[in-house]
């Protein structure tokens, strides 16, 4: 599924495959960015016509194929002659997603380009780059379809949109008169995990955005579930797209009017013997453990919910896995300290699941709600204006749903501490810089008696490179004398850019932020 190629003959036998089952196979082939295996066997297409290697890691990459080159679309117009040759269906996908622009804006006949094209800018002139292939493509009978970054700097005349950043992109899209996929990464990216699309996450997406009129609602021609292998080894594939998959085909092939999801889950149930016939080694329908914490009358309490019934979980806190000889979760549990759970859900006295271990941290300001400068991400809500102070920290999967982000913008959080003794706060961050996610420059802690002069009480300067790769957290921790306050402030400096050296070198960063701890 990853790496590897199709020869013509392979991309022939499985057009036959589907055709034979009613089923149209739409090639994408992806332009401008996403091209770097091209650009390595082929230098002269990028703008700076260096050689470099093929990518073995995912990502977004700054080499892109240069706009300002005819020879660029003679390649890609040769490219699509024989792709357009072997699939018979009217759509082509020619993606123009995360094309980072840093390479446009230095190269000389990009800028001519721009020029000579009475252009603005780069996302103009990619805007260019899509309508001279949508020419060509509808010259040949064929219908363009692309992510819904080919909205931005004005979207080709026949073009598709399929919108994967959220439904925003394909509303405008239906809005403005074009038909639309949708495909937003909230329900249909069947690459992420159960903790952030589940079943019945699933089984509540609703392609057609109510806000459009019947005329434009026309436009919205259904939904994509998306399975991106590059986080998926072949041998996963399956779990991940089963049992998924038939929530997504019942709730794009039948009426919306009366489903029920109970219902459906039963139907699920029958399917399963089928499946196992076919041999589809199918997953989970749902983390069969999930857990949040809540603040009652002060007192924090550690809540673990059953995701499928007739589970038993069990919990203890010794660093092991508990049996059913440990303590059975009946109710919330009350956190008086910060301390470990060990928590594994049992069906009919068997484990069901792996065991998942809790750390709830307990600090003086659980479950204050901060007010906040400015928002934080629709995508990353850490659960919402709770998060930072709910006792559980963001974990190294960073769509654990406990980590809060901000995009471009800085963070200012202001909690009422009403005159408790402070003598730390302490926050984490996140870096993992292929996804654009970096730690923040630097973060300031301060506190004031009257909500407007602030005293400072310690500054963090980031020291980790933000060219450190992987994932991983970062604590910013400031230790001072005991003061007293009625407000606290927390600002953490976001880098805003992608900087010049990263592969989306001008891109908006993000920095992800959890649990604001405070002793
Ligand atoms: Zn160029």
Not at 204 to 226: I, M, R
Request: include cysteine; glycine fraction near 8%; charge should be negative.
């Amino acid at each position: 599924v990853y790496g590897g190629y199709y020869s013509q003959k392979d991309v022939k036998e499985v057009v036959e495959y589907a055709t034979s089952r009613g089923v149209n196979v739409v090639p994408e082939i992806e332009m401008p960015g996403h091209s770097v295996a091209a650009i390595a066997a082929y230098p002269e297409l990028s703008c700076t016509g260096e050689q470099r290697e093929v990518e073995t890691e995912w990502g977004v990459f700054k080499d892109i194929y240069c706009a300002g080159n005819d020879h660029t679309f003679e390649f890609l117009k040769n490219v699509l002659d024989e792709v357009i040759e072997l699939f018979p269906g009217k759509y082509i996908h020619i993606g123009g997603d995360e094309a980072p622009k840093v390479r446009w804006e230095q190269c000389s006949k990009c800028q001519k380009r721009i020029k000579d094209e009475g252009l603005h800018d780069e996302h103009e002139l990619q805007s260019w780059f899509i309508q001279e292939i949508e020419k060509y493509l509808s010259s040949k009978g064929k219908q363009l379809i692309g992510w819904d970054e080919i909205l931005e700097g004005g979207l080709a005349d026949g073009a598709m949109v399929q919108s994967w950043r959220g439904m925003e992109g394909g509303i405008q899209a239906a809005e403005s008169g074009h038909d639309v996929i949708m495909s937003p990464t909230s329900h249909c990216y069947f690459d992420y995990g159960l903790n952030s699309i589940d079943l019945k996450k699933v089984y509540s997406f609703y392609p057609v955005p109510s806000q459009l009129s019947d005329k434009e609602k026309e436009h919205v021609l259904g939904a994509e579930c998306n399975m991106w292998s590059e986080r998926a080894p072949y041998d996963l594939v399956d779990s991940k797209v089963f049992p998924r998959i038939l929530a997504m085909s019942e709730v794009l092939w039948s009426d919306s009017v009366g489903r029920d999801f109970e219902e459906f889950y039963q139907r699920v149930q029958k399917h399963y013997p089928r499946l196992s016939a076919l041999g589809v080694d199918y997953g989970l329908e749902t983390d069969p453990i999930s857990y949040a914490t809540e603040v009652n009358d002060g007192k924090l309490e550690l809540v673990i919910n059953k995701g499928v019934p007739d589970l038993d979980i069990f919990y203890s806190t010794r660093d092991s896995t508990p049996t059913p000889s440990d303590t059975k979760v009946e109710e919330g549990i009350e956190v008086s300290s910060t301390g470990t759970y060990f928590v594994q859900a049992f069906k009919n006295d068997k484990s069901y699941g792996e065991p998942v271990a809790v750390e709830v941290t307990h600090h003086k300001a659980i479950g204050i709600i901060p007010e906040y400068g400015a928002d934080f991400s629709f995508y990353y809500t850490g659960g919402g204006r709770t998060a930072m102070t709910n006792g559980l920290k963001g974990t190294l999967d960073f769509r654990d749903g406990n980590w809060q982000a901000f995009q471009y913008d800085d963070i200012e959080l202001i909690f009422e501490v009403n005159g408790m003794d402070i003598s730390s706060v302490e926050t984490n961050f996140y870096q993992y810089n292929n996804s654009w996610v970096f730690l923040p420059e630097y973060v300031e802690y301060s506190l004031s008696l009257d909500g407007e002069n602030y005293k400072f009480l310690g500054r963090v300067e980031n020291e980790t490179s933000p060219k450190k790769d992987g994932a991983f957290i970062e604590s910013f921790k400031s230790e001072f004398k005991t003061h007293k306050g009625k407000y606290l402030k927390v600002k953490a400096k976001n880098m805003q850019y992608c900087p010049e050296w990263h592969e989306a070198a001008g891109s908006p960063t993000w920095l992800f932020i959890d649990e604001v701890i405070v002793k």
